[in-house]
């Protein structure tokens, strides 16, 4: 094409552009979201600047450049189009990404560990928070069944610490949800304190409250249904009321308090096959034998490694927060 360009441009707009040399293409810029760019259309939004599209203003049969919002977003939806233009995708990662690794101090630690105790093994308070390991057991045996195709129907909890879940399916999702009850405690413990000791508290706080509130569907029984949301509770008030500092011992505490309760489960099933075998038919290491045909001592071993794994885990990450502090 030969002869001047002419641009299309507005004044007010033409000021973010000039020609480059060798060829009619022009460079883009920026500008704040109340100035006019473009055919003269106001740039509408209010996350700050905007980024003018490149194009071309050598002839008037080419579109003039559109006004389009600047893709900024944390870095996990960065390379997504769709969530980086979502305004909430903006406050996912400050919500519930990665915040800074805890440093724990040597006396903070035997505090929290003073509190897992008073929680965990005095009567008084371990007829609460007894009930909720049963839960957390319980749910261990209803997440696994529903991973694994079955179908939950209920779960109870009731105040000596029993409980059940019921659910139905094939015969080997059976016995891989019948084992998972006495670790589950164990594993959420340490997950809470692997996630928090690594920065990740406020997802470890709502990913165990929507676990919870999920749980719900399924509870049979007033006292199951106020356990669980007591926790929830909890867990709001951590959420609303709390600094992260706080929010950390508090997920850790708890953490170790499961632990402390998976170990006191375990105890108990290894005392119903004693010699008096007290309770033996509601044990789950009893009833995955007549299931299997596996004697019930290798599902105890089974249990004490699963149980031995989450406490050396969750020791090493305590550890570690204590000497990085």
């Avoid at 040399?21 to 920026?30: E, F, L, N, Q, V």
């Avoid at 929830?232 to 951590?238: I, P, Q």
């Amino acid at each position: 094409m030969t002869g001047r360009t002419r641009s299309v441009l507005p004044a007010a707009g033409a000021a973010l552009f000039r020609k480059l040399p060798g060829d009619g293409r022009i460079k883009a810029g920026t500008q704040k979201c109340t100035r006019i760019c473009g055919a003269g259309r106001a740039a509408r939004g209010a996350f700050g600047e905007r980024t003018v599209k490149p194009g071309r203003i050598v002839d008037n049969h080419r579109s003039p450049p559109r006004c389009l919002p600047r893709r900024k977003g944390p870095r996990i939806f960065a390379h997504s189009p769709v969530f980086a233009s979502i305004p909430l995708a903006d406050n996912i990662d400050r919500l519930l990404g990665r915040g800074a690794p805890v440093l724990l101090e040597p006396w903070i630690l035997l505090a929290i560990i003073a509190a897992a105790v008073v929680l965990s093994v005095p009567r008084i308070t371990w007829r609460w928070f007894g009930m909720f390991t049963t839960l957390v057991h319980e749910l261990g045996h209803a997440f696994s069944a529903g991973v694994l195709g079955r179908r939950v129907r209920a779960i109870r909890v009731g105040a000596n610490h029993g409980g059940s879940t019921l659910s139905s399916g094939g015969a080997f999702s059976a016995v891989v949800s019948g084992f998972f009850g006495y670790p589950a405690p164990a594993i959420v413990g340490a997950a809470l304190i692997l996630s928090t000791t690594a920065g990740y508290t406020r997802a470890a706080l709502v990913g165990g409250a929507v676990l919870v509130i999920l749980s719900l569907i399924f509870l049979r029984g007033w006292g199951a249904i106020l356990i669980a949301l007591a926790s929830v509770a909890g867990s709001a008030a951590l959420w609303l009321y709390a600094d992260a500092v706080l929010q950390t011992y508090a997920l850790i505490t708890v953490g170790l308090a499961l632990l402390v309760g998976s170990i006191r489960g375990l105890g108990n099933v290894f005392a119903a096959h004693g010699r008096k075998h007290r309770n033996l038919a509601s044990s789950d290491a009893y009833i995955l034998a007549r299931q299997t045909h596996i004697p019930s001592p290798v599902w105890l071993l089974g249990f004490t490694a699963a149980i031995a794994a989450c406490v050396w885990a969750s020791t090493l990450a305590l550890m570690g927060a204590v000497s990085a502090g």
